[in-house]
C-alpha cells in the first residue's frame, strides 16, 4: 500500500514543478526575440571577424 503514496507523492511532485515552470515562463518582462537578436548579432560578428585560414577556400 505504501507504493501508492510514492507514486501519488511522485505525481504532485511533477505537477507541481510543471506549474512552477508554467509560471516562471509567462514572465513579462521576458522578450523572445531579444536573444535570438543577440544570437545573429553574434553570429554577424563572428563571420566578419573570421580570420582568412578558417576561410571557406582554405581546403583548395
Same mark, same amino acid.
Given at each position: 500500500m505504501h507504493w501508492w503514496i510514492l507514486i501519488s507523492i511522485a505525481a504532485a511532485i511533477l *505537477?507541481?514543478?510543471? *506549474?512552477v515552470f508554467r509560471w516562471a515562463s %509567462? !514572465?513579462?518582462?521576458m522578450d523572445a526575440d531579444i536573444p535570438r537578436h543577440h544570437f545573429r548579432?553574434?553570429? !554577424?560578428w %563572428?563571420?566578419?571577424? %573570421?580570420?582568412?585560414?578558417d576561410g571557406p577556400d582554405r581546403h583548395r
Open positions: *505537477v507541481a514543478l510543471n *506549474v %509567462r !514572465d513579462g518582462g548579432a553574434e553570429q !554577424d %563572428r563571420g566578419l571577424h %573570421r580570420s582568412p585560414i
